[in-house]
Nanobody
Framework: QVQLVESGGGLVQAGGSLRLSCAASGRTFGSYAVGWFRQAPGKEREFVAAISWASGITNYADSVRGRFTISRDNAKTTVNLEMSSLKLDDTAVYYC?????????????????WGQGTQVTVSS
């Protein structure tokens, strides 16, 4: 069983930056794919970004491409999400998820493990 723990959320002004981290307890990410998703009040959970731990291949939602960067930290066995030029629409609970088999994927149903989420609030 893999437990995921997110950290780094908080309150930031529009145009600012935040860094989220996702750590796995119980094992390393190994050959997993790791994704970040977000859910705003009253909306469905949506894909933000994903990375293959083994290959480093990444994918982004169009809404964050060029502003967010997902990366892996081999030494700390964490996956990070660097968020810059934040907008009011980026306000949401951000979740880290891990997928045991297969390549990176944008569908939440394809992921096996989920963290508890971390709140990101962008203010004007």
């Amino acid at each position: 069983q893999v437990q995921l723990v997110e950290s780094g959320g908080g309150l930031v002004q529009a145009g600012g930056s935040l860094r989220l981290s996702c750590a796995a307890s119980g094992r390393t990410f190994g050959s997993y794919a790791v994704g970040w998703f977000r859910q705003a009040p009253g909306k469905e959970r949506e894909f933000v970004a994903a990375i293959s731990w083994a290959s480093g291949i990444t994918n982004y939602a169009d809404s964050v491409r060029g502003r967010f960067t997902i990366s892996r930290d081999n030494a700390k066995t964490t996956v990070n999400l660097e968020m810059s030029s934040l907008k009011l629409d980026d306000t949401a609970v951000y979740y880290c998820a891990a997928r045991r088999y297969g390549s990176i994927n944008s569908r939440p149903s394809e992921y096996d493990y989920w963290g508890q989420g971390t709140q990101v609030t962008v203010s004007s």
